[in-house]
């Protein structure tokens, strides 16, 4: 028998705040080895210009193996689908069976934008407080919300290629009580402390040269071979940090430091809040993480919500 855990009843048992704290938790545990992350495989559907990635672990402190598969089909928007779905698979570690089927979209939101404010919590300056904004989609919205939870927000600027989706996002983040105006680039870098990209980009947003001494930056766009926001002589005069070594230099934004000298500076997030790495050195000195997002992100979340679901009596049941 499996618990299904529907998108509804997902979205209303997590909040922002405790998917930051057990992403948290998770990175930690990826660092001190109890928890494990595996070789994440990419596919696609008939059409070449669909994709989906499956990502696995193991979560230590929960005793869950699992899976998410996140899915990107360009044409739903026309279906008056979202283009990006993701479901996550829970398994019995005595069985290797399903016990759980949680529909992850908005999750995935939630344990991406929380992994960037985990990262901005550990790195960022203290004082840090102006954020710029790279990209104008849902995600962009949810990492505005999930590093307000951890830096007292005086501005954001939203920059994007788009005019009138950044307008619309603007919107979103004041009736969220965020303040916020669309920027140019050079603009909101020029007073910016933090700067989140979550673009589809391949190739860089700006200049070096543009970023000031003493900003953070998370970039979160980059989950796929070729995929690049940041110049990558940014990463020369920079702290690296990353969710995990072995994706980054592969799908991740560091995959321009793969087989160079670079690479051996790259620290993981995890080893940073376990103390076993160095964070932030300086307020002139500049951050950037690397965040191509783990399965142990994607199992404890949802297990958190399918523990609080199965209490409310809110799963349905199937048969396998």
């Known amino acids: 028998m499996i618990h299904i855990v529907d998108a509804e009843v997902a979205q209303r048992l997590v909040t922002q705040e405790a998917a930051i704290a057990l992403v948290r938790q998770c990175l930690a545990d990826l660092d001190s080895g109890t ?14 210009s669909t994709r989906f990635g499956v990502k696995s672990g193991f979560d230590a402190r929960r005793g869950l193996p699992g899976l998410k598969v996140g899915s990107y089909w360009p044409g739903n928007a026309a279906r008056g689908l979202p283009n990006h779905g993701s479901t996550t698979l829970l398994l019995d570690d005595a069985t290797g069976f399903p016990i759980a089927l949680v529909a992850a979209t908005y999750l995935n939101a939630l344990r991406t934008a929380a992994s960037d404010a985990v990262a901005v919590e550990a790195l960022a300056r203290p004082d840090a407080s102006v954020l710029a904004l790279f990209g104008t989609g849902n995600q962009v919205f949810h990492e505005a919300l999930a590093i307000a939870h951890v830096r007292s927000l005086s501005h954001i600027f939203v920059c994007g290629r788009s005019p009138d989706k950044a307008a619309e996002l603007v919107s979103r983040l004041r009736e969220a009580d965020l303040p916020a105006d669309v920027s140019s680039a050079s603009e909101a870098l020029a007073r910016a402390d933090i700067v989140v990209t979550a673009t589809a980009s391949r190739e860089p947003l700006f200049e070096d040269r543009d970023i000031r001494p003493g900003t953070h930056v998370s970039a979160m766009g980059a989950d796929g071979p070729g995929k690049q926001e940041l110049p990558p002589s940014l990463a020369r005069r920079a702290g690296l940090y990353a969710d995990t070594l072995e994706q980054c230099f592969t799908i991740g934004e560091f995959q321009y430091l793969a087989a160079t000298a670079e690479q051996e500076r790259v620290a993981t997030i995890g080893a940073v809040l376990n103390g076993r790495a160095e964070g932030r050195t300086s307020d002139e000195q500049i951050t950037i993480y690397d965040s191509s ?19 409310l009596g809110m799963t349905m049941k199937a048969a396998v």
Do not use: N, T
């Open 35 to 48: 928890s494990l992350s595996f070789p994440s495989v990419r596919g696609h559907g008939s059409d070449p």
């Open 293 to 311: 997002g783990i399965a142990l992100q994607d199992i404890a979340v949802a297990a958190y919500v399918f523990e609080r679901a199965l209490a």
